[in-house]
Structures are given as C-alpha cells and as structure tokens.
Nanobody, 128 residues
Framework: QVQLVESGGGLVQAGGSLRLSCAASGRTFSNYAMGWFRQAPGKQREFVAA????????DFADSVKGRFTASRDNAKNTVYLQMNSLKPEDTAVYYC?????????????????????WGQGTEVLVSS
C-alpha cells in the first residue's frame, strides 16, 4: 500500500502561484510514476500532469502547458506541482496518484484507471 497526502492548496488571486505537494509513505516511492488530476465543481475529474519515476519525463494537459511544472524529490518521497499564472478555471480539488513502474521504464500514465493509489485531494480556489 502507498498512502498519498496532498497539501499546498488554498485561495489565490488570478495570476498568482501555488505549489502543491504530495507526500508518499508506505512503500518505496522511487519506482512509482505519479500523476496529478483535478476535479472542478460539477465536472468530471481530469488529467493535469504526469511525471515518471525519475522525474526525467513529464507531460501536461494542454490547458496547463506552459503554466504548470511537475517535479519530485525521491529522497523526500514527495512530488510537486508548481502552478503559475493561475486562472479562475484552475479552481478545483487537485489529487495526486501513484502507479508502480516495476521495470523502471520511465513510463507515464494519463488515465485515472491506470493509477492504483490516490490521495484525498487539496482544494485550489482562484479568484478573479
């Protein structure tokens, strides 16, 4: 089992920045690919970002490309989502997710069903 705890959400004005953290515990973290998803009020949860086990590969939803970055510190069992130039449409609950990469392939995952473990979410509110 892997336990994931997100933090760093809050209220920010449009154009501002936030950094979300996702702390993992329970098993070796370094061979897990990680993802970030979000769910806005009244909408389905959607993919935001993904990062490979080493951090060497990342990808982002088109809606956040150029504004969000993802990184990880395997020594701290933590993955980060840096969110810049925030917009009101970024308002959502943000979730991190983990999926083991047993072969250390560097794969990243885009679909919710590909992730085995999920955090409880942290809320981000962007005011206009």
């Amino acid at each position: 089992q892997v336990q994931l705890v997100e933090s760093g959400g809050g209220l920010v004005q449009a154009g501002g920045s936030l950094r979300l953290s996702c702390a993992a515990s329970g098993r070796t973290f370094s061979n897990y690919a990680m993802g970030w998803f979000r769910q806005a009020p009244g909408k389905q949860r959607e993919f935001v970002a993904a990062i490979s086990w080493s951090g060497g590969r990342t990808d982002f939803a088109d809606s956040v490309k150029g504004r969000f970055t993802a990184s990880r510190d395997n020594a701290k069992n933590t993955v980060y989502l840096q969110m810049n130039s925030l917009k009101p449409e970024d308002t959502a609950v943000y979730y991190c997710a983990a999926q083991v990469d047993r072969q250390y392939s560097g794969r990243i995952y885009y679909r919710q069903y590909e992730y085995a473990y999920w955090g409880q979410g942290t809320e981000v509110l962007v005011s206009s």
